[in-house]
């Protein structure tokens, strides 16, 4: 070897442990608290799930509205999710695209606590759907505006790891919340208030306090990055650059809006989240009066909801941390789509509390480890960054309207024989997002493939660097990530 190919082996593995070092920078600024506040975000969303057999459907006002009352959330949720990413009718309030993540994602935070806490005091329907509306509204930005940031700061083969631990906040928040419910329950009667309500409110406090804590460590875009020195951010967006769009600041291009709506991908996207949706927030909201109608009472129901959900979460970090290492998204959805129809047969075939109890560890296992690698796939494979947003937003959108069908079901007409009818709802939702996977696979595949060839022929294809940057993922150059 010689001396000079030694001294670039030698600077190749020097740029190689640098890089290292920032990654594990960014993961410790970014991680930890955004888990945190997507595991409060979910905690508060589905604590009403956990009120519901803890008294809350005792009240006269709300015996039938909690179902009504789920619905309304994603109302809100899906009204505010695009506009609070993406300039929409020129409101440039919600344009994340604008403000700083830093000052929004703490933001949105702290206001979603705020209404949080307030949930513990409303005294009729009206109140209730109200503070519902307000809680989807509120915390609609959080989760694709995450997402987008960690578009800004990782690698697209990075970021499905990333996204995972961030998810994972929502079986953990699962898991915390049933030990919080029970413990919260034993409060009944303290300040003339019901068991029910302190959830709300401590919880909501909760969130309130930390969001305050979030303004100091939330991060700012990558280019403007703080706790990075100058040579860490150039090094930063220089590997950015050389594998996305990620490394630019690109402005603002109603072009790119357009381009993601008329995409084919981008709403396939959509609609396999739309079918996971469904599924998840019917089992995470319902997953107490599951586990009661399977003849348990009601504390035992809130401390059973703990073990499916802590093994959810272990399932989310092993399946993704393997997803990331093989390099393959598809395969991983689909499976954990089969694992969960599995959960689904037992609990409507079986008869035992036991096999039906494990069969809810199964449905968890697979409805949880599925979403975080079909909601980072955009961000890995959307390139241009208004595009991306739009792509983003666009799925949780769509997804949401899933789970709004998903609140609706479950409800005491379709009680019979421990919901045999809302489960098997739930498997062709989950069979609908096998067919959107496949679909996604193939014409990725195809795509990919097509591209190849023309890069392959006789035919010499030239593409400036400012070519490669506005075509985003239309460029011949450019591969899709299965």
């Given at each position: 070897m010689s001396v000079s190919e030694k001294r670039s082996e030698v600077q190749g593995d020097q740029l190689l442990a640098a890089e290292r070092r920032v990654m594990r920078k960014v993961d410790r600024r970014l991680l930890p608290v955004f888990t945190l506040l997507y595991l409060l975000s979910f905690l508060d969303r589905s604590n009403i799930g956990n009120a519901k057999i803890d008294g809350l459907t005792t009240v006269r006002q709300f015996t039938f509205l909690v179902n009504t009352a789920l619905a309304?959330?994603?109302?809100?949720?899906?009204?505010?999710?695009?506009?609070?990413?993406?300039?929409?009718?020129?409101?440039?309030?919600?344009?994340?695209?604008?403000?700083?993540?830093?000052?929004?994602?703490?933001?949105?935070?702290?206001?979603?606590?705020?209404?949080?806490?307030?949930?513990?005091?409303?005294?009729?329907?009206?109140?209730?759907?109200?503070?519902?509306?307000?809680?989807?509204?509120?915390?609609?930005?959080?989760?694709?505006?995450?997402?987008?940031?960690?578009?800004?700061?990782?690698?697209?083969?990075?970021?499905?790891?990333?996204?995972?631990?961030?998810?994972?906040?929502?079986?953990?928040?699962?898991?915390?919340?049933?030990?919080?419910?029970?413990?919260?329950?034993?409060?009944?009667?303290?300040?003339?208030?019901?068991?029910?309500?302190?959830?709300?409110?401590?919880?909501?406090?909760?969130?309130?306090?930390?969001?305050?804590?979030?303004?100091?460590?939330?991060?700012?875009?990558?280019?403007?990055?703080?706790?990075?020195?100058?040579?860490?951010?150039?090094?930063l967006l220089d590997r950015l650059q050389a594998d996305s769009d990620a490394g630019t600041d690109q402005a603002f291009k109603w072009a790119s809006v357009r381009d993601a709506f008329s995409d084919h991908l981008v709403w396939a996207y959509a609609f396999l989240f739309h079918g996971f949706s469904f599924v998840l927030y019917s089992f995470s909201f319902f997953l107490p009066t599951i586990i009661a109608g399977l003849g348990f009472e009601t504390w035992q129901a809130q401390l059973m909801t703990v073990p499916p959900n802590a093994l959810a979460s272990f399932s989310i970090f092993a399946t993704v941390w393997f997803s990331s290492k093989v390099n393959a998204r598809a395969p991983f959805i689909i499976a954990s789509a089969i694992v969960a129809i599995i959960g689904y047969i037992l609990l409507i075939t079986c008869t035992r509390p036991g096999l039906q109890y494990f069969g809810v560890h199964l449905a968890a296992a697979g409805v949880y480890t599925g979403n975080p690698l079909l909601l980072s796939w955009p961000g890995e494979n959307v390139s241009g960054q208004t595009k991306r947003a739009v792509a983003v937003a666009l799925q949780v959108t769509v997804g949401d309207i899933g789970a709004i069908a998903g609140c609706l079901i479950y409800r005491p007409a379709l009680s019979g024989h421990q919901y045999r009818s809302p489960n098997l709802i739930s498997i062709g939702y989950l069979l609908f997002a096998i067919l959107m996977t496949t679909y996604l696979w193939v014409a990725m595949s195809w795509e990919n493939k097509r591209r190849d060839r023309l890069l392959s022929g006789d035919t010499k294809v030239e593409e400036t660097e400012d070519d490669r940057i506005r075509l985003g993922d239309r460029s011949v150059h450019y591969r899709y990530q299965i």
């Open positions: 309304v959330y994603f109302v809100g949720y899906v009204t505010f999710e695009i506009p609070a990413n993406v300039r929409v009718l020129n409101l440039e309030l919600y344009r994340l695209k604008r403000w700083d993540p830093q000052f929004w994602l703490p933001t949105l935070t702290l206001a979603w606590g705020i209404v949080s806490i307030f949930h513990g005091v409303v005294k009729n329907q009206a109140a209730l759907f109200g503070i519902r509306f307000l809680l989807g509204a509120t915390e609609a930005g959080l989760f694709p505006g995450v997402v987008y940031v960690f578009s800004i700061y990782y690698l697209r083969r990075e970021r499905s790891w990333r996204v995972a631990i961030f998810f994972g906040g929502s079986a953990l928040a699962g898991a915390f919340g049933g030990i919080f419910a029970y413990s919260i329950g034993l409060m009944d009667g303290v300040g003339g208030k019901r068991g029910w309500q302190w959830i709300f409110i401590l919880e909501g406090i909760l969130t309130a306090v930390i969001s305050v804590v979030a303004y100091f460590i939330v991060p700012t875009w990558s280019h403007k990055a703080k706790f990075l020195s100058e040579t860490e951010r150039t090094l």
